[in-house]
Every structure is written in structure tokens, then in C-alpha cells.
């Protein structure tokens, strides 16, 4: 069993950044690829960032690229999404998550966090 926290959230006007932050207990967090999802109100949970657990790749949602940064510190077993120039759209509940590194649907995940709310103010 893996728990997941996310924790950073909140209110941020558009066009500024937040950065979250997805604590990890359990298993061994240096052989786990992780990942962060979104699901914004009345929308399906969709794929944001994931990273592989070695930290050597990273891959992410033509929505986000360019402005979505997804790091790993193995030391403190923490996983990070640094979000810049939020748009409204970005608006969601956002959920760290375990799964293989290639699969990008909810179903292929392992773990999931609580989940914390991110809104965009326009």
C-alpha cells in the first residue's frame, strides 16, 4: 500500500503560478513512477504530467506543456507539479498518483491521493 498527500492548493488570479506538492508513504518511492491528474467540476479525470522513477523522463499534456513542471526529491519522497501562467481552464481538483510511466488513463492507476483544489480566477 502507497498513501499519497497532496497539499498547495488554493486561489491564484491567471497568469500566476502555485506549486503543488504530493507527499509518498509506503513502498519504495526511488522504483515508483508518479503522476498527477486533474478533474475539473462536471469533467472526466484527465492525465496532467508524469514522471519516471528514476527521474530521467518526464512526459506531459498538450494542455500543459510549457507551463507544467513535474520534479521528484527521492530524498524527502516528495513529488512536486509547478504550475506557471494558470489559465481559468486549469481549474480542477488535482490527484498525485502511481501507475506505469507510459499509461495515461485513470483506470491504469494504482494509488490515487485525495486530491487538492486548485481554482484560476480570471
Known amino acids: 500500500q502507497v498513501l499519497l498527500v497532496e497539499s498547495g492548493g488554493g486561489v491564484v488570479q491567471a497568469g500566476g503560478s502555485l506549486r503543488l506538492s504530493c507527499a509518498v508513504n509506503?513502498?519504495?518511492?526511488?522504483?515508483?513512477?508518479m503522476k498527477w491528474f486533474r478533474q475539473a467540476p462536471g469533467k472526466e479525470r484527465e492525465f496532467v504530467a508524469t514522471?519516471?522513477?528514476?527521474?530521467?523522463?518526464?512526459y506531459y499534456a498538450d494542455s500543459v506543456k510549457g507551463r507544467f513542471t513535474i520534479s521528484r526529491d527521492d530524498g524527502k519522497s516528495m513529488v512536486y507539479l509547478q504550475m506557471n501562467s494558470l489559465k481559468p481552464e486549469d481549474t480542477a481538483v488535482y490527484y498525485c498518483?502511481?501507475?506505469?510511466?507510459?499509461?495515461?488513463?485513470?483506470?491504469?492507476?494504482?494509488?490515487w491521493g485525495k486530491g487538492t483544489l486548485v481554482t484560476v480566477s480570471s
Open positions: 498518483a502511481v501507475a506505469p510511466y507510459l499509461m495515461t488513463r485513470p483506470r491504469d492507476v494504482d494509488y
Open positions: 509506503g513502498g519504495t518511492f526511488s522504483n515508483l513512477n
Open positions: 514522471i519516471r522513477a528514476s527521474g530521467s523522463s518526464t
